[in-house]
């Protein structure tokens, strides 16, 4: 029998690879220490095998994919915690600035609401009595939109910098 939290060395090379090459084709940066890098990876693949999807590796999983959406890799709060603090919460994606050592890399405070209010949100969402709780913005260069409270570092399709994003407003007059 397999031991679900044994994992391969040749697997995590593998995996950085391929999630290497996946963060540059999208503008992201993956934390320069490979060591540390590698051991998070080694926490994404064990928490697939242990509940059928990649979680954070710095969370506690309800292992329950619905109640854990909002923290599979990349999780819900990577791009926020990428603009207020420089780096996500388990420190896996960083900017320019800690990549380059101009920043220090710093703890990331838990944004994650608590199971309580996840699950309220969930069923305001699914009632459909909600509305949207983030902007919508819209990358001028290619017209890619994404919901979020800020717009992306960089746009996924075209590359474009953050500065090209401009909020959408609708006008429902």
Not at 24 to 49: C, Q, V
């Amino acid at each position: 029998m397999i031991n679900k939290d044994t994992v391969d060395l040749h697997d995590v090379d593998v995996s950085f690879d391929a999630l290497s090459k996946d963060a540059e084709s999208k503008g992201y940066i993956l934390n320069p220490d490979k060591e540390f890098t590698k051991a998070l990876i080694m926490g994404l693949i064990i928490n697939k095998r242990r509940y059928g999807y990649p979680s954070c590796p710095c969370r506690l999983a309800d292992e329950k994919k619905e109640d854990d959406l909002d923290i599979i890799c990349p999780c819900n709060y990577r791009d926020v915690d990428l603009n207020e603090h420089g780096a996500c919460y388990c420190a896996l994606y960083v900017t320019r600035e800690i990549a380059d050592g101009k920043r220090p890399l710093n703890p990331i405070p838990e944004r994650r609401p608590p199971k309580e209010e996840r699950i309220k949100k969930r069923r305001l969402l699914e009632t459909g009595t909600t509305r949207l709780s983030y902007a919508i913005w819209r990358c001028a260069v290619c017209g890619y939109l994404c919901a979020r409270e800020f717009p992306p570092e960089v746009c996924p399709i075209c590359k474009a910098q953050k500065e090209r994003f401009e909020k959408l407003v609708i006008n429902m007059a």
